[in-house]
């Protein structure tokens, strides 16, 4: 019970943390607020991920000088970045999708198996049937193309409509959209798959959480 109570108030917490992001996310694209705070709120996760890189990372060295080098740019350039917030949420939104859509793309081909494939056997075991296995390659290829959907559609409204209207949908609509295809990914998976080849939705996040701990993740 304590365990369960753990972790639904983590999904609680992890749900109002990034609904609270793609408010000032939408705020900052907007152009409302602070432009210096809004600035710093977009250059947060680019730099966050250099510093965790320089701490943690294989590459510590190059992690550390790269964060040393945006400092520096930051500096020299300040004005004309807190006058570009939308330009650097986009470059945040595009930059995640067309990394997840590698992510998943990249193990399509090659002596490797699919992405999702890998994490249902690390899930049921080695042994996945004839039409496991095909269902999985086709929720990595599906996503594969979820994500160079998303990225295509930012990069056409970002030059085509105003900053606030392609912040509604990269900013705001992003998450429930990706919650979206979680469903219907659920959902085809109940259609398609017997009782005995469906794992439950924590198990899969469990499964991603090992994947991503790994070194080559």
């Known amino acids: 019970m304590t365990a369960s109570f753990g972790g639904a108030a983590r999904l609680v917490l992890a749900g109002l943390l990034a609904l609270i992001w793609a408010v000032a996310a939408h705020l900052g694209s907007s152009g409302r607020g602070d432009p210096d705070v809004n600035a710093i709120l977009a250059l947060a996760p680019i730099l966050g991920s250099l ?17 040393l080098a945006a400092a520096a740019a930051l500096v020299m350039t300040w004005q004309a970045v807190r006058a570009n917030v939308a330009f650097l949420y986009f470059l945040q939104n595009f930059g995640v999708n067309i990394a997840l859509a590698v992510l998943f793309g990249r193990t399509l081909s090659g002596p490797g198996e699919p992405l999702v494939t890998h994490l249902a056997r690390s899930i049921e075991g080695p042994h996945l049937s004839a039409r496991k296995l095909r269902y999985t390659r086709q929720v990595t290829q599906a996503w594969t193309v979820f994500f160079l959907a998303n990225a295509a559609l930012s990069a056409v409204l970002f030059a085509t409509v105003s900053a606030a209207a392609w912040s509604i949908y990269a900013n705001l609509l992003g998450g429930p959209l990706v919650l979206a295809m979680f469903i219907a990914e659920h959902l085809w998976r109940r259609r398609v798959l017997p009782p005995a080849e469906r794992p439950s939705l924590a198990t899969v996040i469990r499964a991603w959480r090992q994947h991503r701990s790994t070194p080559a993740a």
């Open 51 to 67: 510093m965790a890189l320089a701490i943690r990372g294989p590459g510590r060295i190059w992690a550390f000088l790269a964060l």
